[in-house]
């Protein structure tokens, strides 16, 4: 274990101390949103992110260790452990090489080269093996195992043997491996075609770029590796890896010829024999396995950069917002809702039909307008949503005061079908559920889009190629981060909030839920434990980021954790406060005074360590404060674009709806989203635009091309005239 900790520092660039605490709080139980926010002092403040990447880094070192320790025994028990190959294991720093070394001695199904052995000839290939120079010729040597009762009836037939026996001692050495595998991944080539029997148009035109495609495997972007086995697994590409076989060769004949011997020419075609029939397929699908692992994590942690701004934009509050659910044969769905959420009216109108039709559905949503009090307007970016969204432009001259927005509808229909919403809303068919999700999308997208499987909101790239269980861990703890960042309302959190809470889950969240229905509004943190199966673990990890507006002690709804609320009272005392100035919000000059106390004799004073103390202080000047709301709001529109209005040069602002490989996408009022090429998102080299930008930022850009026919905009954010 201490091997671990001291490759985790290294790699990690953190000291070992931290390293060590961190791994005895995950050891002890506690959860990575806790750690980061309550256990600074014994981390040295690292964040979420860094915290995770620990965690998931130690899982693999002793995976590995795990591993190591199974080899040892196994080749121990053949009794072929030495103290050579015993070092060699204990070095390797990967599990492929771990099992290179493993690969002469792991159980296996019968080869050409096991039945060799059982006719007797591995004393022969040992002898050939080892080319001496004195060694006789091979035929000569070959005489004396030629024996009909095992099978072997000619010199032919011995050498044919022991050949294969010393093919696979070839293909088994971990060092030939290693080397080769070194020279693959500087010099192969991956290379695609149309399959045979393929048509290039048709369903196959989608993988246009890859019918004659070459590129170094050391130079493959993780999207085309990830569209080549698509493209390969639905039968439309023939994939392949390309070595010069001559090249491949030379580390193989380097590492087993001795040159003046008898039998080098033998063990010459048996290395090459291992290396066409043994290494090459072997190689290629490892090194094929490795390039789809790499763009795989490549691509989850891609989806996971995009997820979180998107999770954490920031929330449009206090408002009655209606959500239209686009549709064409079966109308638009409209739901009205209130600042909290809750569902004031719906309606179906039908605004893609005829003129009539859409006058009358322009009238119905005016009159639901004037009746509620509607002043925003969350429109669906699916199917008809840019009629949709010009028949709301028409209605907004009529009515002054009301803006709208085009929310992204990912995984909308996903939860309408969802059982989570049979139950929220079992008074409402599928598609009006959905148009209460966009319109709570509006109001509050994190609380909204935790009810939904993460892989549905849409923000990577062949989330759907990707190993599930993998990218369920990721996406998963980046919405429980986010969660945690902005806390809970105790009294009105959905049990889908609540179960991403630290140290809760699916069961306990129902059980808050069921306990706030029947014994009314939490009124203290306190009471949360006399909610059945939460313990003292579980309070300890969630407390701290649960918020109970309604409490008589104002620290239940700040982030301030209930074991530091003497810290946090003594800390006011220093200070010259009192709990009745957070309430009146009187603590502007808290920070002042407390950098005149001096942070380090504060935080000695309080009993807590000076990181903590200023999340305490910050939290005390804003409570009940959400970090959302210091973001940039989301642009509101009031009219619409078309692409016919779109020139090149011309400039607008627009939303960032998904970050990817190559480019960014970008909302700038039109139905179809633009792209700027990664070539186009600033003036210097970037390796991935997630360097510049996120999903959720407001940025300006500029028209370069629109493409009517194929209903393509590209844009760029270079050059662009600075704003007055």
Not at 65 to 72: G, L, P, Y
Not at 155 to 175: H, K, R
Not at 476 to 486: I, L, Q, T
């Amino acid at each position: 274990m201490e091997e671990i900790l001291k490759q985790l520092s290294a790699e990690l660039n953190q000291p070992l101390t931290y390293i060590e605490n961190v791994v005895t709080l995950l050891d002890e139980g506690n959860t990575i949103p806790f750690i980061a926010r309550y256990r600074k002092e014994l981390h040295g403040s690292m964040d979420d992110t860094t915290l995770r990447e620990l965690a998931d880094r130690l899982q693999y070192l002793r995976n590995l260790a795990q591993r190591r320790e199974e080899i040892c025994r196994s080749i121990e028990n053949q009794g072929k452990l030495t103290e050579e190959l015993s070092a060699a294991i204990q070095k390797a720093k990967t599990l492929s090489e771990l099992e290179d070394l493993y690969r002469p001695y792991k159980p296996k199904r019968r080869t050409r080269a096991t039945i060799a052995k059982e006719k007797g000839l591995e004393p022969l290939a040992l002898q050939l093996f080892a080319q001496s120079r004195d060694l006789p010729a091979p035929e000569e040597l070959a005489e004396a195992y030629v024996s009909a009762d095992l099978g072997v009836n000619t010199v032919e037939e011995a050498l044919a043997g022991a050949s294969d026996i010393i093919a696979e001692m070839v293909s088994d050495d971990a060092a030939i491996r290693k080397s080769l595998r070194e020279t693959m991944q500087r010099q192969a080539v991956v290379g695609s075609a149309l399959a045979k029997g393929q048509e290039p148009e048709g369903d196959a035109a989608v993988y246009q770029l890859y019918f004659e495609f070459s590129q170094p495997l050391s130079k493959m972007a993780g999207h085309q590796v990830l569209a080549l086995n698509r493209g390969e697994r639905e039968g439309f590409l023939k994939v392949s890896l390309q070595m010069d076989r001559e090249q491949a060769l030379i580390p193989v004949r380097r590492a087993v010829l001795i040159p003046g011997s008898a039998a080098t020419a033998l063990v010459r075609a048996a290395a090459e024999d291992a290396y066409d029939r043994l290494i090459a397929p072997s190689m290629e699908r490892e090194l094929r396995t490795a390039l789809t692992d790499a763009a795989n994590e490549g691509a989850i942690h891609n989806f996971a950069l995009n997820l979180r701004p998107l999770l954490m934009q920031p929330p449009v509050k206090g408002h009655v917002t209606m959500g239209l659910d686009p549709g064409y044969a079966h109308g638009c769905k409209v739901a009205v809702v209130d600042s909290t959420g809750k569902v004031l009216d719906t309606s179906i109108v039908y605004l893609t039909q005829s003129a009539a039709r859409r006058e009358d559905g322009i009238r119905t949503l005016e009159r639901l307008i004037r009746k509620h009090g509607i002043e925003h307007i969350a429109i669906g970016n699916g199917t008809a949503s840019r009629e949709t969204e010009n028949a709301v432009c028409e209605l907004l001259t009529k009515v002054k005061g009301v803006a709208y927005m085009i929310v992204s509808e990912a995984g909308a229909s996903v939860y309408s079908a969802s059982p989570l919403a049979a139950e929220e809303f079992p008074q409402f068919d599928v598609n009006l559920r959905s148009a209460v999700s966009i319109a709570r999308r509006m109001q509050d997208p994190l609380a909204e889009l935790v009810k939904i499987d993460p892989k549905a909101i849409g923000v990577g790239q062949y989330q759907h190629d990707l190993p599930e269980k993998r990218l369920d861990e990721a996406l998963g703890g980046v919405v429980e981060d986010c969660v945690n960042a902005v806390g809970v309302d105790l009294n009105t959190a959905s049990p889908s909030l609540l179960r991403r809470v630290a140290g809760l889950n699916n069961t306990i969240a129902k059980n808050i839920v069921t306990y706030r229905e029947e014994n009314g509004a939490f009124t203290s943190r306190k009471q949360v434990l006399k909610v059945p199966k939460l313990g003292a673990k579980a309070y300890e990890q969630a407390a701290g980021f649960l918020r109970v507006p309604e409490s008589k002690q104002i620290l239940d709804n700040t982030g301030v954790h209930p074991e530091s609320y003497a810290a946090a009272e003594k800390l006011l005392e220093l200070c010259g406060y009192s709990l009745s100035d957070v309430v009146a919000g009187k603590l502007q000059e808290l920070n002042a005074r407390l950098e005149a106390y001096g942070a380090a004799k504060a935080a000695e004073t309080c009993g807590v360590g000076v990181p903590t103390l200023r999340d305490i202080a910050k939290e005390l000047c804003k409570p009940g404060r959400d970090p959302r709301d210091e973001l940039p709001p989301p642009i509101l529109r009031t009219d619409v674009l078309e692409m016919k209005d779109l020139k090149p040069g011309m400039v607008l602002k627009g939303t960032v709806r998904n970050v990817i490989d190559f480019g960014v996408f970008v909302d700038i009022g039109v139905h179809q989203d633009g792209l700027v090429h990664i070539s186009k998102v600033c003036n210097k080299f970037i390796k991935h635009p997630s360097e510049v930008v996120s999903v959720g930022d407001i940025v300006k850009v500029a028209v370069l091309e629109v493409d009517q026919k194929r209903k393509r905009i590209s844009l760029t954010m270079r050059d662009l005239p600075k704003e007055s």
